[in-house]
């Protein structure tokens, strides 16, 4: 799992004493884990319509950013929602497990409990019932 500049306690971020605050921006975090993991970039060519390079134009003014970064910043976005989706559907029919689910949306537990219950999605499915006998079998033991 990519971590964020927030969640590294380390100072191996050039410039920075361990435990110092890191930057709240996806693209500082792109950076970081650029940095962290070693990761390469590779180069990538795409044509889009007029009305898609008239947003990412708006896009990189209002974000002050080159072009090659407003890419890269949206891209990881749409992929980060890609596979939270991913996770949440899982999840939901079942084929994955809580845990399973919080590792394919690319999440720690805690923060994917977050997306669940934000996302309203019931994800006991099929052992709803199983949760429902076994409330009512305590009730009847008391």
Do not use: C
Not at 25 to 45: F, H, Q, R, T
């Amino acid at each position: 799992m990519l971590q964020s500049p927030q969640s590294h306690g380390g100072s191996d971020w050039p410039g920075r004493a361990a435990g110092t605050r890191r930057g709240k921006s996806l693209i500082a975090d792109i950076a970081y884990n650029a940095y962290v993991k070693g990761l390469k970039e590779i180069p990538l060519s795409t044509r889009v319509p007029k009305q898609v390079w008239s947003e990412l134009e708006q896009f990189m003014r209002e974000e002050k950013l080159d072009r090659s970064a407003a890419v890269r910043k949206l891209l990881w976005a749409g992929l980060e929602g890609w596979r939270q989706k991913r996770a949440l559907e899982a999840l939901a029919e079942g084929k994955a497990t809580f845990m399973k689910a919080a590792e394919i949306a690319g999440l720690n537990v805690w923060d994917f409990a977050d997306l669940v219950s934000r996302s309203e999605i019931v994800w006991v499915g099929a052992s709803q019932r199983r949760v429902e006998q076994d409330i009512r079998a305590a009730l009847a033991e008391e």
